[in-house]
């Protein structure tokens, strides 16, 4: 993972540790609607992808286990993972796109609910990407994917397509890049990917026609399951942020101008609740900085937000950065991953920082976006997360006027009770995120992801759960409040 170049370090702290009466009478534990549905306290664990699913998008028990430790912590609400809402293979991922996933979900809700005794809330998000393939060998990329075009012929004339081929193959990159197209260049570097703004293709042409169906039927399936509500998955390098996106420059109505690029989120927000019932929220995440060249801002991340706000969300969850596009070139073989360059930081920065350091990075562009909705009459609730990791940190965003709801992954990962520990005056107990990014490491790779502050705890244990070589717990030690 990319790192700021100054190398600072930061050491995440306990903070101003509350006595169980304070914590009772802060603005952290006290109520809040989101839409049609209340949420006991301010606290919001996001979407976290934990590898856990089958390879066919189904619950597993391993995923049942890794939410219910979460809801025993009592958080105000937990955000399943990024569930895909296509019927399409797409590895150990979970999906929504048929009904057939429902009574796995309904399981999931069921766990929640049961191992938070009723007090935590259960939203899901929903996901579209586009198609993105993994690195090729170079000879391979110029026998079987490079499409031979009248551009290489007239490059190399007198060639045969074959011998381009193979004139290609023994070029270094410099020659290449006089002869091959950006895209081309990209694709042999980085492994093909698909762009909203590939209007060639039928499929993406055609994705402001399919995609309202499909975000809503996968809705009404959560819905079906028990969730309590949706989150539409607007941000980092995935296709409605993409939409969203200052680079997106379709010419069909739906890219260009601020009010262009945000209407296919709006469409597709509207179909979602039309067909949900009233009772159930939607929301969606999006960015309030893509942190890249050439790409949405601070100041487009308001209109957006404010949009949103007007269009009746419930509520509004930002996050920043995490795009390919500057992401880290990966091997052979390997797929390039959205978290690995200065925008990827700026989602998941860690202890190793610049003079800004690694918690809250995202907390001015949300305080911007917020003061927006609220000047506009607007009571949409917010929810900001980066780098929170104790009750003075996250008590002070709700009181500087950041959210209305914050959001904690990592930290929670760390210690699933760190909000109850907190809640109960023991906030001297909680086992402190360090901000390493080891968990975001094993999810690059795809692995299971957990945490090494607690992963080799208890490896003997006939009961603890372990991942197929053993050498991991898949959860959290457990704890118990004090009789």
């Known amino acids: 993972m990319w790192r700021p170049p100054q190398r600072i370090q930061f050491e995440p702290k306990h903070g101003r540790i509350p006595s169980k009466a304070e914590a009772e009478k802060s603005r952290l534990f006290s109520p809040v609607s989101i839409g049609p549905v209340t949420l006991e306290q301010r606290t919001w664990v996001p979407a976290m992808v934990p590898w856990r699913a089958t390879d066919d998008g189904f619950v597993t028990d391993a995923v049942v286990e890794w939410y219910a430790r979460f809801a025993k912590g009592r958080p105000g609400a937990i955000v399943v993972e990024a569930t895909g809402i296509r019927d399409v293979p797409s590895g150990p991922l979970m999906r929504i796109g048929d009904d057939r996933f429902i009574p796995g979900l309904k399981r999931l809700v069921d766990a929640i609910r049961d191992a938070s005794d009723g007090h935590s809330r259960a939203f899901i998000q929903v996901i579209d990407f586009l198609s993105i393939r993994r690195r090729p060998d170079a000879k391979k990329y110029f026998e079987r994917f490079l499409a031979i075009t009248d551009e290489h012929r007239k490059a190399l004339p007198g060639l045969s397509d074959a011998d381009i081929r193979a004139a290609l193959a023994g070029m270094k990159r410099d020659e290449l890049a006089k002869i091959l197209t950006e895209r081309e260049l990209e694709s042999l570097e980085f492994g093909y990917r698909e762009r909203v703004t590939d209007m060639d293709l039928p499929h993406v042409r055609e994705l402001p026609k399919v995609l309202p169906d499909l975000f809503a039927s996968a809705s009404v399936r959560a819905q079906a399951a028990g969730f309590d509500g949706v989150e539409l998955h607007y941000a980092h390098a995935y296709t409605m942020a993409s939409f969203l996106s200052r680079k997106n420059t379709r010419d069909d109505g739906y890219g260009g101008s601020l009010e262009n690029r945000a209407r296919l989120p709006l469409e597709v927000f509207k179909e979602v609740r039309a067909r949900t019932r009233p009772d159930f929220a939607v929301g969606c995440r999006f960015l309030a900085d893509e942190c890249i ?77 917020r003061r927006a909705v609220r000047a506009e009459g607007l009571e949409t609730p917010v929810v900001c997360t980066g780098g929170v990791h104790n009750f003075e940190f996250a008590e002070q965003m709700l009181a500087d006027g950041v959210c209305d709801v914050v959001g904690s992954a990592r930290q929670t990962l760390a210690d699933p009770d760190w909000f109850l520990k907190t809640k109960l005056g023991l906030g001297d107990q909680v086992r402190i995120c360090e901000f390493t990014n080891y968990c975001e490491g094993l999810d690059q790779k795809h692995k299971t992801v957990t945490c090494q502050l607690w992963d080799k705890e208890a490896l003997k244990d006939p009961n603890v759960s372990k991942t197929p070589d053993g050498k991991r717990r898949l959860t959290a030690p457990e704890w118990s409040p004090p009789q």
């Not at 209109?303 to 992401?327: N, P, Q, V």
């Not at 990827?344 to 918690?359: A, H, L, V």
């Open 293 to 369: 060249d050439g790409g949405s801002d601070a100041d487009d991340a308001t209109y957006f937000g404010l949009a949103f706000a007007k269009a009746g969300m419930d509520f509004i969850s930002t996050s920043r950065g995490g795009k390919f596009d500057d992401a880290k070139q990966p091997g052979v073989g390997g797929a390039a991953y959205p978290y690995t360059g200065p925008s990827g930081y700026e989602c998941m920065p860690q202890y190793i920082s610049d003079e800004r350091g690694p918690f809250g990075r995202n907390v001015d562009a949300t305080t911007a976006i």
